[in-house]
């Protein structure tokens, strides 16, 4: 059963702490995207990777961190230096670069007080 | 930077009437994508169509694309109460990213 599969669902955390959202996937996919969404807007780029051990900054990469030791992983860390953090996250994945149809995860709604 | 912007941002029309949704962008584009969101859920790719392709079908869903006037549209066909949902159009921008318009969110009323 192949796919994108993001945890947990749902995250709280307090003000000052960093906190590192899950992504993996099945698909064999070299690319993968982490995309911030915030109510009634669309997708704002974080970071992206075209191949394990390398990513580059997206949109709005300020205070977030992202490591691909794996194809299959590529976890973001939202630090205590991101001022806004509360946001729904998605992870995406695609065969190799952005000219190709993206999938994405249920995503992770994130809520920082 | 928004590459792509839809039109209109809601929409609400009644069960078995077409849907017409538009997009708009700016730079020139390799290919253009449109997805849907149900609420509170990750994306779903719905169409991918080519630079040079004007038009394409896929079930109830017909896209347009218009490169001299820098536009899409996206056709929903006979539209049904699991249609109800956000569409977002979204561009190559460069070679490595997609750029995601604000969406149209779409209601289907029984």
């Known amino acids: 059963d192949g796919g994108i599969t993001q945890s947990p669902k749902y995250l709280f955390r307090k003000e000052g702490q960093n906190v590192t959202l899950s992504c993996e996937q099945n698909l064999n996919h070299d690319a993968m995207y982490w995309y911030r969404q915030d109510p009634g807007q669309g997708l704002r780029l974080i970071y992206y990777s075209q191949i394990v051990n390398d990513f580059q900054k997206g949109d709005i990469a300020e205070g977030y961190s992202v490591s691909r030791e794996k194809k299959e992983s590529f976890p973001l860390t939202v630090t205590s230096a991101q001022k806004n953090p509360t946001a729904f996250y998605l992870c995406?994945?695609?065969?190799?670069?952005?000219?190709?149809?993206?999938?994405f995860g249920p995503g992770t709604r994130l809520t920082v007080t | 930077s928004q590459q792509g912007e839809e039109d209109p941002q809601a929409l609400s029309i009644q069960e078995g009437e077409n849907a017409t949704m538009n997009c708009s962008y700016k730079?020139?584009?390799?290919?253009l994508q449109w997805y849907r969101q149900n609420s509170g859920r990750g994306l779903v790719h719905l169409i991918l169509?080519?630079?040079?392709?004007r038009e394409k079908h896929s079930g109830r869903l017909r896209v347009t694309l218009d490169t001299s006037k820098k536009s899409s549209s996206l056709l929903i066909t006979a539209s049904r109460a699991a249609d109800t949902a956000s569409y977002f159009c979204a561009t190559v921008q460069g070679a490595q990213k997609l750029v995601f318009g604000q969406g149209t969110r779409l209601t289907i009323n029984p």
């Open positions: 169509i080519r630079s040079n392709e």
């Open positions: 730079t020139s584009i390799n290919n």
């Open positions: 995406a994945s695609s065969i190799a670069g952005s000219i190709y149809e993206q999938y």
